[in-house]
């Protein structure tokens, strides 16, 4: 028994001595605990800016409750404010824009992975991240000069000639509007969700591409049978995260949704969204009940957005090996 | 009753029949997917044509000698110019960069270098978090934090708010360049005697730093056109920033202000300040992009 002990304590302590000369390079603590800092900083930036959203916007949520985003004034004279029709903007030109760029944008990242290899696909997928690169505020300008004037003239006439029976392309056209958002948006976020659907098809094994060719199937429904079916989960968590893109932009919307705070039903009417609300309003924002109210929604927005992207975050994790950018 | 000869044969030659038919049937429509898959991209690059045709087009007429040196006027007046707001992004992206570079390197060294369990899962999971987070979320909050307690627009709050929207791209691509450099080099500094801090630091990191640069400029690229965070921290300055303190101007924020303006005048300029800024994107995607390919090859930023 005592010699067991001897050794035991031994061995240990002829361990100990080594470690410790190890942690003598005291550097190398301070170094680590240099890099982790940083980390834990940003975690507690993300606790922070929900917390100095929520502390700033804590009159109007006492103050209305949860009638604030069920009231449809917004009235900054009257004190009175109501988020639906900021949320309605949101949600319809965000959902325009998504059901615009989810087949273009699967589109682009099947000709880049599966179409074109080589010189031609490197030019494409390089232009279409240069789609990504221009500005938001250059895209507004443009849609005020060029894309409104045009869907004013020949796209909304066109489709109220065609579908002009239904509510949602009801007269006037003005060109800016709801419509003319959800374009903008689209444009915005095909470059995003692209990216993401090309990492997920490149996570389909080759072999499985080459058993349904050798199967004699055409590249066509190769394409369908390997890559897009194995790839639905991965596909909709890009469209969720597009989604969240969409949501949360604010300049290029800002200058070409029309900014009216009302709920129509023609997707031509001019609207506003959350963050177009905070864009515009925030230099007029003199009173505390105002300010109050204008972070509210930046609160809303901050927690939808984080949420989709959470649940984005799942989806294409758990059908890419690699993490989402 | 067994089949003759010429009944399989008949039997046989329709099916091939059958076959060639279907066959056909899917090639036309193998030809039709390939043909919207074509127009689907094609569709996806039309705006970017447009926007670059329209900003050389309505940009170019704008630019002259005073574009760059002169001070936004008066409508009517001669002279006016953006040499304020060009100033005026050069200095808030420069903030923002001294805030942004070394939280974002490291945090990607963290997470590369020691990030196992759960607290690096914890911050990764903040990092993606932090990214999606709507950058005018990022001004309004910059805005509560700095701008209302200081009762002051300043460039000050302006860099800070670039700097929270550079942290997780740069944090993002320095983890993936610092992972790519093989384990057994580690091991071979480690072998060496050398601290952990030092392989690190001067193995590792140095290893990637092309790899690094290239984010880094592309993270400033991307700041650089921002509008929505500088709206209501860094604001707008018609004159000359005074100090860090004070309001500072910026090409998006001008460009925002000309282009919802009423003048044909200041469109003019807008567009020019466009051009501006979108050329001064592209180049910097393209050359850090042809750069960072002859260096490193197999990875993506």
């Known amino acids: 028994m005592g010699q067991t002990e001897t050794v035991s304590i031994r061995v240990p302590s002829k361990l100990k001595r080594k470690s410790s000369a190890r942690d003598r390079h005291g550097p190398d603590r301070f170094f680590s605990w240099l890099v982790w800092v940083p980390g834990v900083m940003l975690v507690l930036l993300l606790l922070a800016i929900?917390?100095?959203?929520?502390?700033?916007?804590?009159?109007?949520?006492?103050?209305?409750?949860?009638?604030?985003?069920?009231?449809?004034?917004w009235d900054p004279v009257q004190q009175n404010f109501g988020a639906l029709p900021a949320v309605f903007g949101t949600v319809v030109s965000s959902l325009i824009g998504i059901?615009?760029?989810?087949?273009?944008?699967?589109?682009?990242?099947?000709?880049?992975?599966?179409?074109?290899?080589?010189?031609?696909?490197?030019?494409?997928?390089?232009?279409v991240e240069m789609l990504a690169a221009v500005p938001?505020?250059?895209?507004?300008?443009?849609?005020?000069?060029?894309?409104?004037?045009?869907?004013?003239?020949?796209?909304?006439?066109?489709?109220?000639?065609?579908?002009?029976?239904?509510?949602?392309?009801?007269?006037?056209?003005?060109?800016?509007g709801m419509f003319c958002a959800g374009v903008v948006l689209a444009i915005m976020i095909i470059p995003t969700i692209a990216s993401i659907a090309r990492e997920v098809f490149a996570v389909v094994p080759r072999g499985q591409?080459?058993?349904?060719?050798?199967?004699?199937?055409?590249?066509?429904?190769?394409?369908?049978?390997?890559?897009?079916?194995?790839?639905?989960?991965?596909?909709?968590?890009?469209m969720i995260l597009g989604l969240g893109r969409a949501l949360g932009e604010t300049m290029a919307v800002a200058m070409v949704i029309g900014n009216r705070l009302e709920i129509s039903a023609s997707i031509f009417s001019p609207s506003a969204t959350m963050s177009s609300v905070i864009a515009n309003e925030y230099a007029e924002a003199a009173d505390r009940l105002h300010m109050a109210a204008l972070v509210e929604l930046g609160l809303i927005l901050f927690f939808v957005t984080f949420v989709i992207n959470a649940i984005a975050r799942f989806f294409v994790m758990s059908s890419s090996k690699r993490r989402w950018s | 009753m067994a089949m003759t000869a010429s009944d399989r044969a008949r039997k046989n030659r329709a099916l091939q029949k059958f076959i060639a038919k279907r066959y056909q049937r899917r090639k036309i429509v193998n030809g039709l997917a390939y043909l919207a898959i074509g127009i689907a991209t094609l569709t996806a690059l039309v705006p970017l044509f447009s926007v670059s045709e329209f900003i050389l087009r309505k940009g170019l007429p704008g630019l002259n000698w005073d574009f760059f040196t002169g001070l936004p006027q008066p409508v009517g007046e001669p002279g006016s110019g953006m040499a304020n707001s060009i100033v005026g992004t050069a200095i808030l992206v420069l903030l923002g960069s001294l805030i942004g570079l070394p939280w974002g390197i490291a945090i990607g060294i963290?997470?590369?270098?020691?990030?196992?369990?759960?607290?690096?899962?914890?911050?990764?999971?903040?990092?993606?978090?932090?990214?999606?987070?709507?950058?005018?979320?990022?001004?309004?909050?910059?805005?509560?934090?700095?701008?209302?307690p200081m009762k002051q627009f300043s460039a000050f709050s302006g860099g800070v708010a670039l700097g929270i929207l550079m942290i997780p791209t740069i944090a993002r691509s320095s983890e993936e360049l610092l992972k790519l450099v093989p384990q057994h080099i580690r091991e071979a500094g480690l072998a060496l005697g050398l601290p952990r801090w030092k392989v690190v630091l001067q193995i590792v990191l140095r290893g990637s730093m092309s790899g690094i640069i290239t984010a880094v400029i592309l993270a400033i690229a991307r700041v650089a056109g921002e509008t929505?965070?500088?709206?209501?921290?860094?604001?707008?300055?018609?004159?000359?920033?005074d100090g860090l303190g004070q309001p500072i101007s910026s090409l998006p924020v001008q460009i925002y202000t000309y282009a919802?303006?009423?003048?044909?005048?200041?469109?003019?300029?807008?567009?020019?300040?466009?051009?501006?800024?979108?050329?001064?994107?592209?180049?910097?995607?393209?050359?850090?992009?042809?750069?960072?390919?002859?260096?490193?090859?197999?990875?993506?930023v």
């Open chain 1, 50 to 73: 929900a917390a100095f959203l929520f502390w700033n916007a804590r009159e109007t949520i006492q103050h209305f409750g949860f009638s604030f985003l069920t009231g449809t004034d």
């Open chain 1, 99 to 127: 059901s615009i760029a989810a087949p273009l944008s699967i589109g682009v990242a099947l000709f880049l992975t599966e179409v074109a290899s080589g010189r031609l696909g490197r030019i494409v997928g390089f232009l």
């Open chain 1, 136 to 176: 938001s505020v250059v895209y507004g300008i443009w849609g005020i000069f060029v894309l409104a004037p045009w869907l004013r003239e020949k796209i909304q006439p066109a489709l109220h000639g065609a579908f002009g029976f239904l509510p949602f392309f009801a007269k006037p056209f003005y060109g800016v």
């Open chain 1, 209 to 238: 591409r080459e058993a349904a060719l050798a199967l004699g199937a055409t590249k066509w429904e190769m394409m369908r049978l390997s890559v897009l079916k194995a790839s639905k989960g991965g596909l909709a968590g890009a």
């Open chain 2, 110 to 148: 963290y997470l590369a270098e020691y990030g196992r369990g759960r607290a690096a899962g914890i911050v990764r999971f903040s990092v993606d978090m932090l990214s999606s987070v709507p950058s005018i979320i990022v001004g309004l909050f910059v805005y509560t934090a700095i701008v209302v």
């Open chain 2, 228 to 241: 929505a965070p500088l709206l209501f921290t860094a604001f707008n300055n018609r004159f000359w920033h």
């Open chain 2, 260 to 300: 919802i303006s009423p003048y044909d005048e200041w469109h003019r300029q807008a567009w020019a300040a466009a051009l501006v800024l979108v050329v001064f994107v592209f180049a910097v995607n393209l050359g850090a992009r042809t750069i960072f390919r002859n260096k490193t090859k197999g990875s993506h």
